[in-house]
């Protein structure tokens, strides 16, 4: 069956970059959202544990829950749970009608909203935000923000500092007047970690720069970053095509020559893209997919047993006119993910 194998040592590799640039692997939480940017969330986390990282994001309570042990740390999101808080699991406060929601007791993070203007509260609500965290007896762990254009060639990012620097400042007086402990404070995601000459927060949300990406304007002088995952296919079966034979769904390859073709179990059930035929697609070892690409299946001119679909998501995001993330995240979870200590 096709898989999906994971390089343990370039996530390694780039973890030690990231630590580095943020002052130590305590100041970095690694974001395992969406299974872990589809290489694999208990894989990674675990991954994650061996290095020595010591916090996490997530998306929801499902995911917080499987990784629960192996991290002091971990941030939800998206996600409003009815359960009894989990002293570890923090949960994002998006909106103030969330505080409304929220079990008491348990753990929060006030997201501030700095000019994104998607999910956060407005600075001008800190103050109702304190009142309904202290009425229904929750336990405020940090304050953050997202910026929208850290990774690219515009001022925005810095326009986007300040508010937060203005919005820090208010929580800081607010914790006094309330007589909360100080919160952690961290805004910067991977692009912008790399953008600060001096990061001076508790710490950085690292996504894509772990899995060995950076989506930045090429102007910045960013890391050289490794790949930690590989699509496989394996052959399911080869058949000689002579001259003038046409393959597959509506028939738009035809070959030019007596030739041999293999079909690989990977299609776009699995997450890759449906090819219509119109464009050549060449794979990392050269091979070409022939025709159109099936929900379970490829015709490549092959005839190896296993076959590499995709070594560089970068690469094969610039084809389909895409991110290198949703490359990575459209990758079936049901793909057996092997991690490699040996590459």
Known sequence: MGYIKIDAKNFFENLEIVSKKAGSKKRVALVLKDNAYGHGLEEMAALAYEFGIEK??????????????????????SEIPQEKPIPNIGITVNCIEDLKKIPPFSTVELKIDTGMH???????????????????????????????????????LFWQKKRFEKAKKRVLELCYEFGFERPLFHSCNSAALFRSESFDEDF?????????YLESDEVFDMPELKPVLSLWGEKIASKRLKKGQ??????????????????????YADGFFRLDGSREY????????????????MSIDSQKQEICIIDDAKKCARFFNTISYEILVKLSPFLKRVVNRQM
């Open 118 to 156: 998607r999910n956060g509260i407005e600075l001008s609500e800190t103050k109702e935000a304190f009142d309904l965290i202290k009425k229904r007896g929750l336990v405020l762990r940090g304050v953050f923000t997202h910026f929208r254009s850290a990774d690219e060639l515009s001022t925005e």
């Open 282 to 297: 060449i794979l990392p070892g050269g091979e070409k997919i022939l025709g159109r690409v099936s929900m379970d299946s």
């Open 56 to 77: 996490a994001v997530v998306r929801n309570m499902a995911e917080a829950l499987k990784i629960e042990k192996l991290f002091g740390y971990i941030l939800v999101l």
């Open 204 to 212: 950085a949300r690292v996504g894509i720069a772990a899995y060995g």
């Open 246 to 267: 046409r393959l597959g769904y509506g028939g738009v390859f035809e070959a030019d020559r007596d030739i041999v073709v293999s079909t690989y179990d990977i299609g």
